[in-house]
């Protein structure tokens, strides 16, 4: 999935059909602004650099369920562990991925830097 947002319908300002009046539609812009997809393009990298380094039992069933595209009962039937056991290895290791890029974006310092420090 790329950083764009879909667009959508919106309505502009709304009013009561009893009124006579119709609503007009407007297709919303809902892309993300450059400060976004720089945010989006440094947790990415964070991610990808943490991958690196979480234990092979949760990087496999991770790697299969978000970079291979694959169900949780595709993986439990590809690595032979219950369809129960895949789920929690990939809650865990998001969890675990989700502390340490918390943990870099913020830095030791608690100074955030992503997004310029915003």
Same mark, same amino acid.
């Given at each position: 999935?790329?950083?764009?947002?879909?667009?959508?319908?919106?309505? #502009?300002?709304?009013?009561? !059909? =009893?009124?006579?009046?119709?609503? !007009?539609?407007?297709?919303?812009?809902?892309?993300?602004?450059?400060?976004?997809?720089?945010?989006?393009?440094?947790?990415?990298?964070?991610?990808?650099?943490?991958?690196?380094?979480?234990?092979?039992?949760?990087?496999?069933?991770?790697?299969?369920?978000?970079?291979?595209?694959?169900?949780?009962?595709?993986?439990?039937?590809?690595?032979?562990?219950?369809?129960?056991?895949?789920? =929690?290895?990939?809650? #865990?290791?998001?969890?675990?991925? #989700?502390?340490?890029?918390? !943990?870099?974006?913020?830095?030791?310092?608690?100074?955030?830097?992503?997004?310029?420090?915003?």
């Amino acid at each position: 999935m790329g950083p764009q947002k879909s667009r959508r319908l919106v309505p #502009r300002r709304r009013q009561s !059909r =009893s009124d006579g009046e119709q609503v !007009r539609w407007e297709i919303a812009d809902t892309k993300a602004n450059p400060a976004e997809l720089h945010a989006q393009a440094e947790v990415q990298a964070i991610v990808k650099d943490v991958m690196k380094d979480i234990p092979e039992m949760y990087k496999r069933p991770i790697t299969m369920r978000f970079e291979d595209g694959l169900e949780y009962g595709e993986i439990a039937h590809t690595l032979r562990k219950p369809l129960g056991t895949i789920k =929690s290895l990939i809650h #865990r290791g998001k969890a675990l991925i #989700r502390q340490e890029v918390e !943990r870099r974006a913020w830095g030791v310092d608690g100074a955030h830097v992503l997004a310029g420090g915003c």
